[in-house]
């Protein structure tokens, strides 16, 4: 039996969903080996091996297509590990990286320090050249000078460069140039030109993608190709596949060229499984997507089927962090999954997080030497968790270390543990409402109005009180809730998208050259589409969107066009219309009197490999009363526990529903089920909460 293998590599677990030619899917997970990946997913193979009863070289003899996302590119970048890179920029202009985008919270308050840009200012090498924004030579290319610099960066022993002219975009002919000399110098040395990965207006967007992607090159490089030849080791034969941040999959040659994509692109996986399973129970199409990690709480939307993207991603604080610059699925994170740790401020108030304990050495319950008290430890010491079946068994909880943990912050507060641990969920909690809120109500989209799909595997402990403050009536938790952004490779699609800048205005549009640029992005993914395997005959779409906005604004928004080329004024019209409606729905008015100026212009290709299951089977509903079940005492915010009923997720057939207080433990994540809530299993094998 043919399988395909998911793997998202997260900064404190390893999930592995495993896929049969039925479409049935099996959890694997194992804690992340940061030294060597493999043996981290090795470890969640072998267990998603033994759910299946087959040898783990079985199961990976018997798999045509594994994919693999992977936080690597992201911690590099966080931890400042990336290659040592050069900056190489028009003479004149080289505080690009240093002056960001010039913007602050708090402009008066002076007391952080200035922060450092991406590629420090003393890697910073300038290069006599312009070229102005109509594309014309103002100054020559000096290619003299630019063989001293490289001579240069060849003496300092620099690993990466990363080269971005002012107004490359409407002339790339002295970035061609420079890269011809870098092959002639430095060749082998891996290089990315700007006009070529994220041709669009605004130069700091532009300089920071481009020295982001050229630090990665020499770590990606090596991690997925020393990924590649241990999987070749193991046994494996069949295809490998990266998830992307840009919402699909690409080959490993694709993402070695542009690495920055690998940046996020587990949780961008995430809104993909999520519209599927809101899909699969006939829940709609507008869902948000809340995954709770054991490092971070990551939220997403889907507006009408569609993810949603952005280019406002920041790594680390707005404005003060490195912008990612590229089109990526919006998927927002906080400080705030299992690992994180509560702690006492200066004030005496209670924080939670955004500090980790991560894998190593983790919550204290996890009995590895941890001591700091974490959101995973307040929930076994309110007796969620059974300590003989986390991980299915495969790993025992000391509730003793984790009690010991709380009691450090209990005392402070002057609190018992049970309250103490109460208190550090409901604050997680908050702040994963908060979150929720930035990201819909914030956005013009009513929370109210759509479906919350959990995933992570500590998304159950807190989900329903979420929902209920939220006001959702709608809520999935996935029985494959613990791997959710694994699971959405298993639904993911190869997606590449190009994109150009040309800028027009509605009340003088430039059709000719606008459809001239619509053909070129479409025929490099004609181009992109024939590299692929079977991809002359796979089934696949292209969209067009424009980024757009008002005349006189500052941000663009994502316009979907409804045809390929531009036949006439009603074409434009209708360009028009669609932006206002993008533009009512975010910030509730139209401004119909203001022209629409487009700055860039995007093509996104699809090439169809997965289809997830098209419903959920009805079934009847009948109420379990939990008479014979086993029971342990929890606290729900109570001095005094409740006896409560624990469900194993094997002994609850579908249509079963469960009343509160109640646990249901699935191999790889707890379910709480609050006093007045309750939950029915669904046809599927879902569970479907109802916080009325």
Not at 345 to 371: I, N
Not at 422 to 447: C, H, K, Q, W, Y
Not at 627 to 640: I, K, L, N
Request: some cysteine; aromatic content about 8%; proline content about 5%.
């Amino acid at each position: 039996m043919p399988f395909n293998i998911s793997v998202d590599t997260g900064g404190t677990f390893t999930d592995v969903v495993v896929s049969d030619e039925t479409g049935a899917l099996t959890i694997g997970k194992a804690l992340t080996t940061r030294d060597r990946i493999f043996n981290g997913m090795r470890g969640a193979i072998e267990a998603a091996a033994d759910e299946l009863g087959l040898p783990f070289a079985e199961l990976v003899g018997n798999t045509t297509r594994l994919i693999y996302g992977t936080t690597r590119a992201t911690n590099a970048i966080v931890t400042k590990t990336c290659a040592k890179t050069a900056f190489v920029t028009t003479l004149g202009f080289p505080d690009i990286l240093v002056l960001k985008e010039g913007g602050k919270f708090n402009p008066h308050d002076f007391r952080d320090e200035y922060p450092e840009p991406y590629i420090p200012r003393r890697y910073t090498f300038e290069v006599e050249e312009r070229i102005t924004s109509e594309g014309d030579v103002s100054v020559p290319f000096n290619a003299r000078q630019a063989r001293e610099v490289l001579e240069t960066l060849k003496v300092r022993g620099f690993e990466a460069i990363a080269v971005c002219f002012l107004w490359s975009i409407a002339n790339p002919a002295h970035e061609i140039a420079f890269a011809d000399l870098i092959e002639e110098v430095l060749p082998g040395v891996p290089y990315t030109l700007s006009h070529r990965l994220i041709p669009v207006v605004r130069e700091y967007r532009r300089a920071s993608a481009t020295a982001i992607d050229a630090s990665l090159k020499p770590l990606m490089q090596e991690h997925l190709k020393g990924l590649e030849a241990d999987l070749r080791a193991s046994g494996y034969d069949g295809e490998i596949l990266i998830s992307t941040t840009a919402g699909g999959c690409n080959q490993i040659a694709n993402m070695v060229e542009k690495p920055i994509y690998s940046v996020g692109s587990g949780p961008a996986m995430a809104p993909i499984a999520a519209l599927s399973l809101s899909q699969l129970e006939a829940l709609g199409e507008n869902v948000i997507v809340a995954d709770t990690g054991g490092t971070t709480f990551d939220v997403g939307l889907v507006r009408d089927g569609r993810l949603t993207f952005t280019r406002d991603t920041w790594l680390g604080g707005m404005y003060t962090g490195d912008l990612l610059g590229i089109s990526a699925v919006d998927m927002r994170s906080i400080g705030a999954g299992g690992g994180s740790i509560a702690w006492i401020d200066e004030g005496g108030l209670m924080r939670v997080g955004p500090q980790s304990a991560g894998a190593e050495p983790g919550p204290a319950c996890y009995g590895k030497g941890g001591t700091l008290p974490t959101v995973s430890d307040a929930a076994a010491v309110l007796g969620y968790f059974d300590p003989d079946y986390f991980l299915g068994g495969r790993m025992t909880l000391d509730v003793a270390a984790a009690r010991t943990a709380i009691t450090t912050v209990a005392e402070r507060i002057g609190m018992t543990v049970e309250e103490t641990a109460f208190r550090i969920l409901s604050l997680a909690g908050d702040l994963m409402v908060r979150a929720i809120g930035d990201i819909t109500i914030n956005e013009g989209f009513n929370p109210r109005e759509s479906t919350i799909v959990a995933g992570g595997g500590a998304a159950g402990i807190n989900i329903m009180t979420i929902a209920k403050e939220l006001g959702c009536r709608n809520v999935i938790l996935p029985k494959i809730a613990s791997a959710l952004s694994a699971a959405g490779m298993q639904y993911a699609d190869i997606v590449a998208e190009e994109a150009a800048s040309h800028v027009t205005q509605s009340n003088r549009f430039d059709t000719e050259i606008v459809n001239e640029t619509l053909a070129e992005l479409e025929a490099r993914l004609a181009a992109f589409r024939r590299t692929l395997a079977g991809g002359d005959t796979a089934a696949y779409t292209v969209e067009y969107v424009a980024e757009a906005r008002y005349q006189s604004q500052i941000w663009e928004l994502d316009t979907p066009l409804a045809k390929s080329r531009f036949e006439g004024p009603a074409d434009v019209a209708a360009l028009v219309e669609a932006f206002h409606q993008a533009h009512e729905r975010v910030f509730a008015v139209r401004d119909e009197g203001s022209p629409v100026e487009v700055v860039s212009w995007k093509a996104r290709l699809t090439c169809h490999q997965a289809s997830p299951p098209v419903s959920s089977p009805k079934v009847e509903v009948f109420k379990l009363n939990g008479a014979a079940t086993p029971t342990r005492d929890c606290y729900f915010g109570d001095a005094t526990p409740l006896t409560t009923p624990i469900y194993k997720a094997a002994d609850l057939k579908p249509g079963a529903r469960i009343a509160g207080p109640a646990i249901i433990e699935e191999p790889t994540t707890t379910l709480v089920v609050y006093p007045a809530m309750s939950v029915t299993v669904s046809g599927a094998g879902n569970y479907l909460l109802d916080i009325a």
